[in-house]
């Protein structure tokens, strides 16, 4: 398998790491979108959000539990911040591994159109 994530998850591509137990890694994105942004991705590849809920349900809940540790840990729970996951082209997904953006660390515009 050529998947990103998956090397990224075996320490054959450096990350600047902020969350890690044995199903969750969390690390800065490398092209933020807001001051603070980081990756969320299970350790289980998944390709989507879909996939994911479809295969291993659990997954989603301890991925969420991570954003919730990092989250009330890292000053960002007080202020708020935005959890976004994208699904398939039209939905701007360019890395077919299950992840969710975490988003804050300043006031976020709405989004959309």
């Known amino acids: 398998m050529d998947c990103l994530f998956c090397k990224m998850i075996k320490g054959e591509i450096p990350v600047d790491k902020v969350f ?20 969320f991705i299970s350790k289980l590849h998944t390709e989507n959000i879909n996939h994911l809920t479809d295969t291993h349900t659990e997954q989603l809940g301890e991925v969420f539990s991570a954003i919730k540790l990092f989250s009330e840990n890292n000053d960002l729970a007080g202020d708020g911040f935005r959890v976004v996951t994208n699904m398939g082209k039209n939905g701007g997904q360019t890395v077919f591994h299950t992840h969710f953006h975490v988003l804050g660390g300043e006031p976020l515009g709405r989004f959309g159109r």
Request: net charge negative.
């Open 20 to 39: 890690e137990n044995e199903s969750v890694l969390g690390f800065r994105d490398i092209h933020p979108q807001a001051k603070d942004h980081f990756l």
